[in-house]
């Protein structure tokens, strides 16, 4: 079983294989996944990293408020997303 690492705050620069190496240090990385808009398809600044559980614990205490090219990262337990309600049709904001 694999632990999912929330990593943010990351630099609009950092690549898969940067993080990958970050990561390793605290053992082995199973999967890294940057999230970007998907529109644009530009970094939105933060991804997920799953480790194992011993070794996901290791990073997160490690890692979590150091920099990487200027940024501080926010590394923590990844959550599971909540289900999001549907939008209802003509409950936005009136536009004039």
Known sequence: MMKSIYVGNLPFTASEDE???LFAQY???NEVRLITDRDTGRP???????????DADAAI????GTEL???ALRIN???ERQERRPRQPGR???RY
Request: hydrophobic fraction near 35%.
């Open 27 to 29: 053992g082995e990385v």
């Open 61 to 64: 205490e490690a890692l979590n």
């Open 44 to 54: 939105r600044g933060f991804g997920f990293v799953r480790m194992a559980p011993a």
């Open 77 to 79: 337990e990844a959550q």
């Open 69 to 71: 090219d200027g940024r």
């Open 92 to 94: 936005g904001p009136r």
């Open 19 to 21: 993080i990958r190496d």
